[in-house]
């Protein structure tokens, strides 16, 4: 193979690493071309810098990279990274990793902000459909090591797990690479018990590649065997039995942490139910106060007429049914309100009638601020997902919209665009507002959860992130957000049937 050039492994994914000659200790950065979303994967030591900077231009320009992913701290992952985000030179570019690994990156001086994959549902996933899924592997072998698994493209970046050494060094593993990953592992992984809670998470995968930061790539064929074996390897040779002991119960405890963090995500969407039900019993008391005040008003006209002798029965017939219309119209807003918040499953949806379901409930609002509500949306268009989460992920975002407005000091027209694009494999539902947009130094941080730009006590930061959560439930559906010249488009991108 020619190793001066970057190989590729799987479709828009290619190794850009350095061959070094003699070395049983190769080490194998990644690089998934993506758009102006392309993803750098444990880049390396300064060994490699210059072999992974030439390769990498050769595909794409260093510009087009917005994410770093790197999965333990050591140098030979990422020592080279200060030089590369330098040449990168975006203010965007976001390392992904743990949140105990990103404490210890920072001696690298590392400039650019951090993805924590724990607060980001221990996945990413891009504009263009590019959906990566993280998997926490502690201690094989840092304390907050992880693994990436690329969905679309069912590849697995192993980290330090697959590993091996080799003299005579193959880049694809044949059916005797357990030898040379047996030896990497009994140094490098600190125990059995510890290695296959790893394992157990990467057999339920279904894999096409494994791509290891060292050793050799491995191809479907070899995988579940080589598991098999791994699995009885016995690691962790030089470690003392009473540290075996601390760090198993330090798995343990990273066990009951993972599903501590599943119930404050619980809590939290019980949290945003309560926000938006706040915000619902708003909206109903705006819809409700006119015909109140004129339902009251026509009985105190009645009651007048009535005490001067004047109410007669084409008045009175008149009047009364005037007032049954407005009690009908209040009726009809409860019932509204009601369907808006009943739970369904996922479903084929009509794309037109979510959007035209938030119109009711949020319109009084916009109109009361004289902003207008433009909806481009045709009615055949069908998309597959949860109809609740959509809209209420619609009144997360317009609402949002709505609140920018207040601060709104611009010339031209208040209006919120709601519109559709179709490709041959997404349908991509747009909602633009041009109330200011978001400063570049906080897009990224905005579908984080409690973060937000209101004062105390006027927003509780969930909504976003939990529509976010929300919406990429469904596989394939992604939730994006771009802004400049003051304009703000939230694009969600569904994938067709």
């Given at each position: 193979?020619?190793f001066?050039?970057p190989?590729?492994?799987?479709?828009?994914?290619?190794?850009?690493?350095?061959?070094l000659?003699?070395?049983?200790?190769?080490?194998?950065?990644?690089?998934i071309?993506?758009?102006?979303?392309?993803i750098?994967?444990?880049?390396?030591?300064m060994?490699?810098?210059k072999?992974?900077?030439?390769?990498?231009?050769?595909?794409?320009?260093?510009?087009?990279?917005?994410?770093?992913?790197?999965?333990?701290?050591d140098?030979?992952?990422?020592?080279a990274?200060?030089?590369?985000?330098?040449?990168?030179?975006?203010?965007?570019l976001?390392?992904v990793?743990?949140?105990?690994?990103?404490?210890?990156?920072?001696?690298?001086?590392?400039?650019?902000?951090?993805?924590?994959?724990?607060?980001?549902?221990?996945?990413l996933?891009?504009?263009?459909?590019?959906?990566?899924?993280?998997?926490?592997?502690?201690?094989?072998?840092?304390p907050?090591?992880?693994?990436?698994?690329v969905?679309?493209?069912?590849?697995?970046?192993?980290?330090?797990i697959?590993?091996?050494?080799?003299?005579?060094w193959?880049?694809?593993?044949?059916?005797?690479?357990?030898?040379?990953?047996?030896?990497?592992?009994?140094?490098?992984?600190?125990?059995?018990?510890?290695?296959?809670?790893a394992l157990?998470?990467?057999?339920?995968?279904?894999?096409?590649?494994?791509?290891?930061?060292?050793?050799?790539?491995?191809?479907?064929?070899?995988i579940?065997?080589?598991?098999?074996?791994?699995?009885?390897?016995?690691c962790?040779?030089?470690?003392?039995?009473?540290?075996?002991?601390?760090?198993?119960?330090?798995?343990?405890k990273?066990?009951?942490?993972?599903?501590?963090?599943?119930?404050?995500?619980?809590l939290?969407?019980?949290?945003?139910?309560?926000?938006?039900?706040?915000?619902?019993?708003?909206?109903?008391?705006h819809?409700?106060?006119?015909?109140?005040?004129?339902?009251?008003?026509?009985?105190?006209?009645?009651?007048?007429?009535?005490?001067?002798?004047?109410?007669?029965?084409?008045?009175?017939?008149k009047?009364?049914?005037?007032?049954?219309?407005?009690v009908?119209?209040m009726?009809?807003?409860?019932?509204?309100?009601?369907?808006?918040?009943?739970e369904?499953?996922?479903?084929?949806?009509?794309?037109?009638?979510?959007?035209?379901?938030?119109?009711k409930?949020?319109?009084?609002?916009?109109?009361?601020?004289?902003?207008?509500?433009?909806?481009?949306?045709?009615?055949?268009?069908?998309?597959?997902?949860?109809?609740?989460?959509?809209?209420?992920?619609?009144?997360?975002?317009?609402?949002?919209?709505?609140?920018?407005?207040?601060?709104?000091?611009?010339?031209?027209?208040?209006?919120?665009?709601?519109?559709?694009?179709?490709?041959?494999?997404?349908?991509?539902?747009f909602?633009?507002?041009?109330?200011?947009g978001?400063?570049?130094?906080?897009?990224?941080?905005?579908?984080?959860p409690?973060?937000?730009t209101?004062?105390?006590?006027?927003g509780?930061?969930?909504?976003?992130?939990?529509?976010?959560?929300?919406?990429?439930?469904?596989?394939?559906t992604?939730?994006h957000v771009d802004?400049?010249?003051?304009?703000?488009i939230?694009?969600?991108?569904?994938?067709?049937?």
């Amino acid at each position: 193979m020619n190793f001066s050039k970057p190989i590729e492994i799987s479709k828009n994914i290619y190794w850009i690493g350095k061959y070094l000659e003699n070395d049983p200790f190769q080490c194998h950065p990644y690089l998934i071309v993506n758009g102006d979303e392309s993803i750098l994967i444990d880049p390396g030591s300064m060994l490699e810098a210059k072999a992974v900077i030439r390769k990498t231009k050769e595909l794409i320009d260093l510009k087009q990279i917005k994410y770093i992913i790197l999965h333990h701290q050591d140098p030979d992952v990422a020592a080279a990274v200060p030089a590369i985000e330098k040449l990168i030179d975006r203010d965007d570019l976001q390392i992904v990793t743990h949140k105990s690994v990103s404490i210890f990156l920072k001696h690298y001086n590392i400039k650019s902000d951090y993805y924590n994959i724990e607060s980001n549902y221990f996945s990413l996933k891009t504009k263009s459909g590019l959906e990566l899924k993280f998997l926490t592997t502690p201690y094989c072998h840092a304390p907050g090591a992880f693994i990436s698994y690329v969905v679309n493209n069912k590849v697995l970046f192993s980290g330090d797990i697959f590993g091996g050494l080799e003299k005579s060094w193959k880049f694809y593993a044949d059916e005797n690479y357990f030898e040379e990953a047996k030896k990497f592992h009994e140094l490098y992984i600190p125990s059995r018990d510890i290695f296959n809670y790893a394992l157990q998470k990467i057999e339920k995968l279904d894999i096409e590649l494994i791509a290891p930061q060292h050793g050799s790539l491995i191809k479907r064929k070899y995988i579940a065997s080589l598991i098999e074996k791994m699995k009885k390897l016995e690691c962790g040779l030089h470690v003392e039995q009473s540290y075996h002991k601390k760090l198993v119960d330090t798995v343990k405890k990273l066990e009951k942490e993972v599903k501590e963090n599943q119930k404050k995500d619980r809590l939290l969407m019980e949290q945003s139910k309560l926000a938006q039900m706040g915000e619902m019993m708003n909206m109903i008391a705006h819809q409700w106060r006119q015909p109140l005040n004129v339902v009251a008003a026509s009985a105190l006209n009645l009651s007048l007429l009535n005490s001067i002798g004047s109410l007669d029965d084409d008045e009175l017939e008149k009047t009364t049914t005037f007032i049954q219309e407005q009690v009908q119209k209040m009726s009809e807003t409860i019932n509204d309100f009601m369907e808006f918040n009943k739970e369904t499953s996922q479903d084929e949806i009509i794309l037109n009638e979510s959007v035209i379901n938030v119109q009711k409930m949020i319109m009084s609002q916009l109109v009361n601020r004289s902003i207008k509500l433009q909806i481009d949306v045709d009615s055949s268009i069908k998309v597959f997902h949860n109809k609740t989460s959509v809209e209420h992920s619609l009144m997360n975002i317009i609402g949002n919209a709505r609140d920018a407005y207040d601060n709104y000091t611009g010339e031209d027209e208040k209006c919120i665009k709601i519109y559709t694009k179709e490709s041959e494999d997404n349908i991509i539902l747009f909602i633009e507002d041009n109330a200011g947009g978001i400063p570049k130094k906080i897009i990224n941080k905005i579908f984080n959860p409690y973060f937000t730009t209101k004062e105390q006590g006027k927003g509780t930061g969930i909504g976003l992130y939990m529509t976010k959560k929300m919406i990429e439930e469904v596989d394939g559906t992604t939730i994006h957000v771009d802004s400049s010249n003051g304009i703000t488009i939230f694009q969600i991108k569904f994938t067709k049937g």
